[in-house]
């Protein structure tokens, strides 16, 4: 079986099975700059997610085996960009994240972390796809069998691995409780795919995380404008939440060379 469920565009849920979509849900967001700006979308719709979807997979082979795994910075603070940054820097030496065909993987390249995340988020399931899994390189995926995602695994096998400034990003309030329980500060936390976190967890991912991506949530929002250290970005903010994202960010911003704009704000509609 080849099947893999994204959450994308909107946070619509879309099922691809060899290489065809073969489900589109309903869109719980209507509008994001982001996708006006690089594609033109001006409203997601069961068709227009379909089209974009139907895009990534003859652009760059999503959750297929001509999956294209490496690119250069896309976006100025997306979370992809800022972990290939800081593998790039020296900051973290390893990242775990989550990549289709392949599920959880430990990855050290800042252009693999970049082609991993940077064209495909908000997975929900996945089975393996043998190219995938062997660009990444085996030993690096969580189980290369299952194509499983446990997020709070995949830093245990980073560490296993021998790799000591370790980065992960994390969907789930609990994930971010239990990794920052088992690690402490060793481990840089990424709070990635909010949309439609309730206020408890949205709290949560500012107690115990060191960047949190804002997506179309209206709680993390609520919650940054009490305790995020800095904001970078208009359209969809990211916040740090730590001192050490906090330097992460200026550190972007310094390679950008460029003004931190923050407002107006632009927000994806409805926020939810």
């Excluded at 895009?55 to 992809?80: A, E, N, Q, W, Y």
């Excluded at 988020?121 to 290369?144: H, Q, V």
């Excluded at 740090?240 to 330097?247: C, F, P, Q, Y």
Aim: aromatic fraction near 6%.
């Amino acid at each position: 079986m080849d099947r893999h469920v994204v959450e994308a565009l909107g946070r619509t849920r879309v099922v691809i099975e060899n290489g065809k979509v073969i489900e589109v849900g309903k869109p719980q967001v209507k509008y994001c700059p982001l996708f006006f700006k690089v594609r033109g979308i001006t409203e997601f719709t069961p068709e227009t997610v379909r089209e974009n979807i139907e895009f990534r997979i003859k652009d760059f082979g999503m959750c297929t085996p001509s999956r294209k795994m490496r690119m250069r910075d896309f976006l100025s603070f997306g979370v992809s960009e800022l972990i290939g940054m800081a593998l790039s820097k020296g900051l973290i030496d390893a990242a775990v994240l989550v990549c289709e065909g392949a599920g959880t993987a430990v990855v050290s390249e800042p252009e693999l972390a970049q082609g991993i995340g940077g064209r495909v988020s908000g997975i929900i399931e996945t089975t393996p796809i043998p190219e995938i899994i062997e660009t990444i390189g085996k030993d690096r995926i969580l189980n290369p069998e299952s194509a499983a995602i446990d997020q709070i695994r995949g830093v245990e096998h980073a560490y296993s691995l021998g790799f000591r400034r370790v980065a992960v990003t994390v969907a789930r309030a609990e994930d971010a409780r239990e990794v920052r329980r088992r690690c402490g500060q060793k481990v840089a936390i990424f709070a990635v795919h909010t949309s439609g976190l309730s206020a408890e967890d949205a709290e949560a991912m500012f107690d115990t995380c060191d960047v949190v991506t804002a997506c179309a949530s209206r709680h993390i929002r609520d919650a940054a404008q009490r305790r995020a250290l800095l904001q970078v970005g208009s359209k969809v903010p990211v916040y740090a939440s730590s001192l050490w994202g906090e330097i992460l960010l200026r550190t972007r911003l310094d390679a950008l060379g460029v003004p931190n704009v923050t407002s107006p704000e632009e927000p994806p509609r409805p926020l939810i």
